[in-house]
């Protein structure tokens, strides 16, 4: 009897593991990517690459999303660089409020996914890296769903784990400016 009780024991607890496991496989599978954009040449002069921002390369095909990786506490992100001022590499006025932003104020740019419809335009998010942290305005969305036309400055699509900032951030991270361009991360919402 005790054996029987050893067994059932035993296979339920693989039992838990099994299902455990398979929650924490399926929220990393829910957001593979959903189809590819394939690149056109840019007309000459009209892709900005600024802060060695990528320019699409005609024929070469890119990955696009649907969603970013779920939102939590930490929320693991790459960080990269923008300037929402006129002229810069992020191309034309902020989506959240039409305007233009100085590179001096901590202004950041979320994927598609995060930038959730514009739930999050206009709110701060915490951002921590390189051992330090701060406090970052949504002005903007990193589209992950269309790019390689004029509307994005003939770049690429972005990738589903952006968080695309201002000089302001990286300086209050405290990163040397020779490695600004793209650093891990994790985000999260302010209270």
């Known amino acids: 009897m005790n054996l029987i009780k050893g067994f059932s024991t035993v296979f339920l607890f693989i039992c838990f593991v ?6 924490f496989v ?6 593979k990517p959903s189809g590819k954009l394939k690149g056109k040449k840019p007309p000459p002069g009209k892709c900005n690459q600024e802060n060695d921002s ?8 890119y990955t696009t999303y649907k969603c970013s ?16 001022e006129p002229g810069g590499d992020g191309g034309g006025r902020s989506e959240c409020d039409n305007h233009y932003h100085s590179d001096d104020d ?7 996914g995060w930038f ?5 335009c206009l709110k ?7 051992g330090k942290s701060v406090k970052a305005k949504v002005v903007d969305e990193c589209d992950f769903t269309m790019g390689c036309d004029s509307v994005y400055d003939y770049q690429p699509p ?3 784990n952006i968080v695309d900032a201002s000089k302001a951030v990286w300086k209050a991270l405290g990163v040397p400016k020779d490695d600004w361009g793209e650093m891990d991360i994790d985000w999260s919402d302010t209270d």
């Open 69 to 84: 990786p779920p939102v939590s506490s930490h929320t693991k992100a790459k960080l990269t660089i923008n300037r929402f």
């Open 106 to 112: 901590p202004v950041v740019a979320l994927s598609t």
């Open 116 to 120: 959730n419809h514009k739930k999050r």
């Open 158 to 160: 972005c990738p589903n």
């Open 18 to 23: 099994l299902i455990i496991t398979d929650c």
């Open 54 to 61: 990528d320019c699409c390369i005609e024929g070469k095909f």
């Open 124 to 130: 701060y998010i915490n951002i921590h890296g390189n």
């Open 26 to 31: 399926v929220e990393a599978d829910t957001c």
